[in-house]
């Protein structure tokens, strides 16, 4: 599931990466946009043993990193452009796949403007080719930064 707005510049790499896996890989590939509720009758018919979501996420990274994100990390990284929180998706689908991978890609720009970065770019370049391989296991996860209370 590619999810994002693909009209408010890096947050579309979502969709970007859904459309350059439709019919070069084993996966069934969705754009989901905004509404990634949209689809989930796709999903729960196909009940697959993988679901991947891909979207871009603030994580404080250099634009163009990815990193699996825990559902419970979501909120840490959320730009905000879905309908629904992707933490409500996730748990909606759980009994529907074996397992569910939320992979973040560190947006440069989120502003009107429907052109990818060039570090957004070739970072969804490598990930594709990540999943392509089915090499998930080498995806860094995110670890939020705690913050010392005042």
Same mark, same amino acid.
Do not use: W
């Given at each position: 599931?590619?999810?994002?707005?693909?009209?408010?510049?890096?947050?579309?790499?979502?969709?970007?990466?859904?459309?350059?896996?439709?019919?070069?890989?084993?996966?069934? %590939?969705?754009?989901?946009?905004?509404?990634?509720?949209?689809?989930?009758?796709?999903?729960?018919?196909?009940?697959?043993?993988?679901?991947?979501?891909?979207?871009?996420?603030?994580?404080?990274?250099?634009?163009?990193?990815?990193?699996?994100?825990?559902?419970?990390?979501?909120?840490?990284?959320?730009?905000?452009?879905?309908?629904?929180?992707?933490?409500?998706?996730?748990?909606?689908? %759980?009994? #529907?796949?074996?397992?569910?991978?939320?992979?973040?890609?560190?947006?440069?720009?989120?502003?009107?403007?429907?052109?990818?970065?060039?570090?957004?770019?070739?970072?969804?370049?490598?990930?594709?080719?990540?999943?392509?391989?089915?090499?998930?296991?080498?995806?860094?996860?995110?670890?939020?930064?705690?913050?010392? #209370?005042?």
């Amino acid at each position: 599931m590619g999810i994002g707005n693909t009209l408010r510049c890096d947050d579309g790499i979502g969709p970007y990466i859904a459309r350059h896996m439709q019919g070069g890989s084993s996966f069934l %590939s969705l754009d989901c946009g905004t509404v990634p509720e949209n689809f989930t009758a796709v999903v729960r018919k196909n009940r697959p043993l993988l679901l991947l979501l891909v979207d871009a996420a603030d994580m404080g990274l250099s634009s163009g990193e990815f990193r699996t994100i825990h559902k419970d990390h979501i909120k840490d990284v959320s730009i905000g452009t879905h309908q629904l929180p992707l933490s409500y998706l996730i748990d909606f689908l %759980s009994d #529907s796949c074996e397992k569910i991978l939320f992979i973040g890609i560190q947006p440069g720009t989120i502003a009107d403007g429907e052109s990818l970065s060039d570090e957004v770019l070739a970072g969804s370049d490598m990930l594709i080719k990540i999943i392509e391989r089915g090499e998930f296991d080498t995806i860094q996860p995110f670890v939020p930064i705690k913050r010392a #209370s005042t």
